[in-house]
């Protein structure tokens, strides 16, 4: 268990509506980045942040939100949802720096009907 | 564009039957090379990190190595409690030098009967 928890597991909204996913990262861990992964797909990188701050992100429009707390927890939030946002999202948490590893959560269900 | 690719997608082993998996990988510069183990419904649980070529990292059943543009998971006797998703992905820095970015492969499924 790599101590990385999210919020809700499973979840079904309309289309058009908003969803709000949450995540506390590993103790100890000041960097938090969040992944969507579709069926049979690899997980796709979404952004990442550090210092309350958004430090780097994919390739996804800005619908796809995001906020890191004082506690190094987060928030990822999309707005407008379509049918294609139906995904596993994934929270991973790491030490910020190069070579360290980054541990992922067990992601959140979301189905978009 | 860092690219990733894994094969084969599906491998089906009988317990005992060793094997390897390979991720191929074009990257400008790596920063890691990640495998990650991830059961059905369930988020990816970190494996090995590689880091420059000619590494390799083991772990019970499961041996890494890692090339200039590839990496090979070799499977020794595998179980059935090996069946999962095995998936690789690169690693990439920001400015200031962190792990930002994972670009991962689709994986390949492994299932082991016994």
């Known amino acids: 268990e790599t101590g990385v928890t999210q919020s809700p597991t499973h979840l079904i909204k309309t289309r058009g509506q908003q969803v709000t996913l949450r995540c506390s990262s590993q103790?100890?861990?000041?960097?938090v980045s969040w992944y969507q992964q579709a069926l049979g797909q690899g997980p796709q990188f979404i952004f990442q942040y550090y210092r309350e701050e958004e430090n780097g992100r994919g390739n996804f429009p800005p619908r796809f939100s995001g906020l890191q707390f004082p506690n190094y927890s987060s928030e990822l939030n999309v707005n407008a949802l379509e049918l294609d946002d139906s995904a596993l999202y994934l929270c991973?948490?790491?030490?910020?720096?190069?070579?360290?590893?980054?541990?992922f959560g067990e992601g959140s269900w979301l189905t978009v009907v | 564009e860092d690219q990733v690719t894994q094969s084969p997608e599906a491998l089906r082993l009988q317990e005992g039957e060793s094997s390897s998996l390979n991720c191929s990988y074009t990257v400008s510069g790596l920063r890691g090379l990640f495998w990650y183990r991830q059961d059905p419904g369930k988020g990816p649980e970190f494996l090995f990190t590689?880091?420059?070529a000619g590494e390799e990292k083991e772990k019970e059943r499961l041996k890494a190595t890692l090339t200039k543009k590839e990496s090979f998971l070799h499977i020794t006797a595998p179980k059935p409690e090996d069946s999962a998703t095995y998936l690789c992905?690169?690693?990439?820095?920001?400015?200031?030098?962190?792990?930002?970015?994972?670009?991962f492969g689709k994986g390949t499924l492994l299932t082991v009967n016994p």
């Open positions: 991973a948490s790491s030490l910020y720096g190069s070579g360290n590893t980054i541990y």
């Open positions: 103790s100890g861990h000041n960097t």
């Open positions: 992905a690169v690693g990439e820095t920001n400015s200031g030098g962190s792990n930002y970015k994972l670009t």
């Open positions: 590689l880091y420059s």
